[in-house]
C-alpha cells in the first residue's frame, strides 16, 4: 500500500529509463501498483512501449456480485494485467485468507487468461521448530488443488519466509534453494515432470542488489519477489539487472 497514481508513474519511468532491451532479453519484469494506480501504469507502459508486464497485489475469486471493495479478475484482465499475486502473507496474516480461498484465486486467475504468482512461507516458529517443509508443501499442494498439469507449469510460485519479510534478514541462498527445490520436487511428483521444470519458483524477503546474485546462483530460485527495494527505482533496476556486464 504504497504510492499514488502520480508517484507510480514516476517510478515506473525512471525503471523503465535504468533498462535497456538487452535487460528484458535477459529476464521478465514485472509490476504490482496498488488498484488504484493500475489504469495510470498500464497506459504509461502501453505509450511508452515499455516491455514491462502489469500485475496486481490481489484479486476476487468471483467475476462479478456483492462483494464490495473487491476487484474481480475480468477487470483486471481488462486493464492488460498479466500477473496476479495471491495468498501474500500479508493478506493470510492480516485479512484472514487461507489456503482454500487462494485455491479459488489461483483457479479464477487461470480462467481469466492470467498467471497467478502464489505465495507460500513460514513463521519464525515454524521454522525454529522444524515445520518450515510441512508448511511450504502443504500450502503447495493446497493451492493447487484441481488444477491441470497445463496450468501449473505456467503458474509462479514465490517462497516468502514470513521472517524475511521487510526485516532485513534474508534466508541465506542455502536455505531458499533447500525449500524450492523440495516444492519444485513436490510439484513434479503431484503433476508430472514437466510441470515441475516449467513452473517458475521465485524467492521473497528482503531481497535487495547485494543478495540477489547469490540466490539466482541457485538451481532452482527462477526470480525474485521483490518488495520494499521495489518502491526505489534505482534499487529494483539493479536487482533486474544484476550481473549486467
Same mark, same amino acid.
Request: charged residues 20%; proline residues 4%; glycine residues 12%.
Given at each position: 500500500?504504497?504510492?499514488?497514481?502520480?508517484?507510480?508513474?514516476?517510478?515506473?519511468?525512471?525503471?523503465?529509463?535504468?533498462?535497456?532491451?538487452?535487460?528484458?532479453?535477459?529476464?521478465?519484469?514485472?509490476?504490482?501498483?496498488?488498484?488504484?494506480?493500475?489504469?495510470?501504469?498500464?497506459?504509461?507502459?502501453?505509450?511508452?512501449?515499455?516491455?514491462?508486464?502489469?500485475?496486481?497485489?490481489?484479486?476476487?475469486?468471483?467475476? +462479478?456480485?456483492?462483494?464490495?471493495?473487491?476487484?474481480?479478475?475480468?477487470?483486471?484482465?481488462?486493464?492488460?494485467?498479466?500477473?496476479?499475486?495471491?495468498?501474500?502473507?500479508?493478506?493470510?496474516?492480516?485479512?484472514?485468507?487461507?489456503?482454500?480461498?487462494?485455491?479459488?484465486?489461483?483457479?479464477?486467475?487461470?480462467?481469466?487468461?492470467?498467471?497467478?504468482?502464489?505465495?507460500?512461507?513460514?513463521?519464525?516458529?515454524?521454522?525454529?521448530?522444524?515445520?518450515?517443509?510441512?508448511?511450504?508443501?502443504?500450502?503447495?499442494?493446497?493451492?493447487?488443488?484441481?488444477?491441470?498439469?497445463?496450468?501449473?507449469?505456467?503458474?509462479?510460485?514465490?517462497?516468502?519466509?514470513?521472517?524475511?519479510?521487510?526485516?532485513?534478514?534474508?534466508?541465506?541462498?542455502?536455505?531458499?534453494?533447500?525449500?524450492?527445490?523440495?516444492?519444485?520436487?513436490?510439484?513434479?511428483?503431484?503433476?508430472?515432470?514437466?510441470?515441475?521444470? +516449467?513452473?517458475?519458483?521465485?524467492?521473497?524477503? +528482503?531481497?535487495?542488489?547485494? +543478495?540477489?546474485?547469490?540466490?539466482?546462483?541457485?538451481?532452482?530460485?527462477?526470480?525474485?519477489?521483490?518488495?520494499?527495494?521495489?518502491?526505489?527505482?534505482?534499487?529494483?533496476?539493479?536487482?533486474?539487472?544484476?550481473?549486467?556486464?
Amino acid at each position: 500500500m504504497n504510492l499514488t497514481h502520480l508517484e507510480a508513474i514516476a517510478v515506473v519511468q525512471k525503471l523503465a529509463y535504468s533498462l535497456d532491451h538487452q535487460d528484458y532479453s535477459r529476464v521478465d519484469v514485472s509490476i504490482h501498483p496498488p488498484f488504484t494506480a493500475l489504469r495510470s501504469v498500464q497506459t504509461v507502459l502501453d505509450v511508452d512501449d515499455i516491455p514491462i508486464a502489469l500485475g496486481a497485489q490481489n484479486v476476487h475469486w468471483e467475476q +462479478s456480485g456483492a462483494y464490495t471493495g473487491e476487484v474481480s479478475p475480468g477487470m483486471l484482465a481488462k486493464l492488460h494485467v498479466r500477473y496476479t499475486i495471491v495468498g501474500h502473507s500479508e493478506r493470510r496474516q492480516h485479512f484472514g485468507e487461507t489456503d482454500e480461498t487462494v485455491n479459488k484465486k489461483v483457479k479464477a486467475v487461470a480462467g481469466a487468461g492470467m498467471t497467478s504468482i502464489m505465495c507460500v512461507g513460514e513463521t519464525l516458529e515454524e521454522r525454529e521448530a522444524g515445520d518450515t517443509e510441512a508448511k511450504v508443501l502443504g500450502q503447495v499442494r493446497a493451492g493447487l488443488a484441481g488444477l491441470s498439469p497445463e496450468v501449473v507449469a505456467g503458474l509462479v510460485i514465490a517462497y516468502e519466509p514470513i521472517w524475511a519479510i521487510g526485516t532485513g534478514r534474508t534466508a541465506t541462498p542455502g536455505d531458499a534453494q533447500a525449500v524450492c527445490g523440495s516444492v519444485r520436487s513436490a510439484v513434479s511428483a503431484d503433476f508430472g515432470a514437466a510441470a515441475g521444470a +516449467s513452473v517458475r519458483i521465485q524467492y521473497g524477503g +528482503s531481497v535487495n542488489p547485494e +543478495s540477489i546474485g547469490a540466490l539466482m546462483a541457485e538451481a532452482d530460485i527462477d526470480g525474485a519477489l521483490v518488495g520494499g527495494a521495489s518502491l526505489d527505482p534505482s534499487q529494483f533496476a539493479r536487482i533486474a539487472t544484476y550481473g549486467r556486464a
